[in-house]
């Protein structure tokens, strides 16, 4: 990884974090913080509130308790022109893809370029075309989100996530749904565009094979405990886990115990 | 399951089903009502002496615990407490319609000072939608009241011998109450039902979210060409609604009454003027705010489900139909 000079504030830093739905407390304290140019994995069994946390960190929601600044600026106390600035290099890719469903395949890759930039349309569609084949949607440019299935959704939800080079990504169970070729193209991508763009990349998943392909960093969420149990590389959690349910996780031990019967 | 009240020198639960080949979910349920039971009971039960298949159904039902805190708290049907979540949900239904309100005229403001935008093919989609696409059935309900209210006074007035005041009042109502107040009905069934749910479905599907974390603010993007689409309709509608009922009224006191258009026309003149149909007009206008707000409204306090789709469909026509009547009521006041 590309340490961060001494004195520069992390790209992304969460600090003493507690989410919430009214009084129902998800998850207590949580501290992390995501270099440039670094993938860290969100992982955690289902309902442990993995989806939650991601919606902070884009801003859709204010946490409980505690701080979540960018580049060391609290999101939530920040002018709304500057928060417009930080949002233009966010991308996020919504775990049904979240298409607008009355435009098209390329209308929708090109919103945020249209939106955010003065590029002239030539260059949007030359761009636009680019960013489907990147997930391999060459040809889908004039498809209606109903029309392609919902792996495809996913794939042109990422295009659109990608149409302006984002600095931050942010992926909400990225290969569920997707073929297993799909899915191992979908984590060359994420580590391409790590090196060549320097993106800092935050990907909530609990599908084993991609952790241990992807991240750089993984940090498990508890539900029992409703707190985050760790925050390492995934081969240093296996080797060695701070907690029993790690190491059941990341070893799917719980079938074990079911086939060691009888038998 | 029954068990008897005293179990007395009892260990140990043990079910002999060796010779059991077939099985549905029944004998599952038993099985796991045993095991709990005989728990409570602080008697064992070994799972393993039954058949294999039987025995990993019944483990992997067991397998994981019942999260203790998940269950909710079972409704105590107290009417207090029910008259105090009713009033909190009013609560919450006031904040997020003030909001809702706020963030509409901020984007408003920001269009009018330069700092936001409209998008054009947005907007044009929604003039086409609500503009010439709902004429059809804006003329057809014209017609028909044009018609109903010549038929009103041809029942009435001609009792009186004044069948010549049937122009005043088709003129009258058409222009200054009910050309306005049907067109707004009309829409607010048609198109204020159609907002609601497009942008219900689009928060349902993420859509709202995916325009927010694009730094697109959801309220210019979708709340402004449809508010302005309906203020710039909604009069031009009611021009034509209002046409076409004077002439739909003209027609039946022909035929009823005998009143020639001559007639007609020139009680037309004498009874309303320019004041009535500007009247009609400016109040149509409001009534499109009305309706473009209460179907932008209710989309966005939609919930993420089916369900609160049809609920935020409902509610808009309730609303839209509910807060036209108000006003047309207080402007009749003033």
């Given amino acids: 990884m590309n340490p961060a000079p001494a004195n520069e504030p992390p790209p992304l830093r969460v600090e003493g974090v507690t989410l919430a739905y009214g009084d129902y407390v998800v998850m207590r304290d949580i501290t992390f913080s995501v270099a440039r140019s670094e993938i860290v994995v969100i992982m955690g069994g289902s309902g442990c509130g993995k989806s939650t946390l991601l919606k902070h960190l884009i801003g859709l929601r204010q946490p409980a308790v505690g701080t979540i600044s960018y580049e060391g600026k609290d999101y939530f106390h920040i002018p709304d022109e500057e928060r417009d600035k930080l949002l233009r290099r966010f991308g996020v890719l919504f775990q049904g893809g979240a298409l607008f469903s009355s435009r098209t395949l390329s209308e929708n890759v090109a919103m945020p370029m249209r939106e955010h930039t003065d590029m002239s349309e030539a260059e949007i569609a030359e761009t636009v075309a680019y960013k489907l084949a990147l997930v391999g949607l060459r040809g889908f440019e004039n498809y209606y989100p109903a029309e392609i299935s919902g792996g495809m959704k996913k794939r042109a939800g990422l295009a659109r996530a990608l149409a302006l080079d984002p600095d931050y990504l942010f992926f909400d169970e990225p290969s569920a749904g997707l073929d297993p070729v799909s899915s191992r193209r979908l984590d060359d991508l994420i580590l391409h565009l790590r090196d060549s763009l320097r993106t800092s990349i935050i990907v909530v998943t609990h599908e084993l094979s991609s952790i241990f392909a992807i991240a750089d960093r993984a940090i498990y969420l508890d539900a029992i405990s409703r707190r985050m149990l760790a925050d390492a590389p995934p081969s240093e959690l296996l080797a060695r886990p701070p907690d029993p349910c790690i190491r059941e996780f990341l070893t799917r031990a719980g079938s074990e115990r079911l086939h060691g019967v009888n038998s | ?334």
């Fill in chain 2, 1 to 334: 399951m029954q068990w008897p009240e005293e179990l007395p020198d009892i260990l140990e639960l043990r079910v002999d089903a060796s010779g059991v080949t077939h099985w549905d979910s029944r004998l599952c349920v038993f099985l796991l009502k045993l095991g709990e039971g005989g728990t409570e009971r602080r008697l064992s039960f070994d799972p393993t002496s039954l058949p294999r298949e039987l025995c990993e159904l019944y483990q992997l039902a067991t397998a994981v615990p019942e999260k203790t805190d998940a269950r909710r708290p079972e409704a105590k049907g107290q009417f207090l407490e029910a008259v105090g979540h009713y009033t909190l949900s009013w609560h919450d239904l006031l904040i997020t319609t003030l909001e809702f309100s706020g963030e509409t005229v901020r984007a408003f403001c920001r269009l009018f000072t330069g700092a936001g935008r409209l998008r054009k093919n947005d907007f044009l989609a929604v003039l086409q939608s609500c503009g010439p696409e709902a004429l059809g059935i804006v003329a057809l309900i014209s017609v028909l009241v044009g018609m109903i209210i010549a038929f009103l006074g041809s029942v009435v007035l001609t009792r009186f011998g004044a069948e010549h005041y049937v122009s005043y009042l088709v003129g009258y109502g058409m222009l200054r109450e009910l050309g306005a107040l049907m067109v707004a009905i009309i829409m607010a069934g048609r198109t204020g039902a159609a907002f609601a749910a497009e942008i219900a479905t689009m928060k349902a599907n993420e859509e709202i979210d995916a325009l927010k974390v694009n730094g697109i603010c959801p309220y210019e993007f979708l709340v402004l060409p449809r508010l302005l689409a309906l203020v710039l309709m909604f009069p031009l509608l009611t021009v034509c609604g209002n046409i076409l009922g004077l002439i739909s009224g003209g027609v039946v006191s022909y035929l009823l009454m005998d009143v020639s258009s001559a007639q007609f026309i020139a009680g037309l003149t004498k009874a309303v003027g320019f004041g009535d149909l500007g009247l009609g007009l400016v109040k149509s206008g409001i009534f499109g705010i009305l309706v473009g707000w209460s179907g932008c409204l209710r989309g966005m306090q939609a919930g993420n489900t089916a369900a609160d789709v049809g609920l935020a469909t409902t509610s808009a026509v309730v609303t839209g139909i509910t807060a036209n009547a108000l006003v047309d009521w207080i402007a009749n006041l003033l």
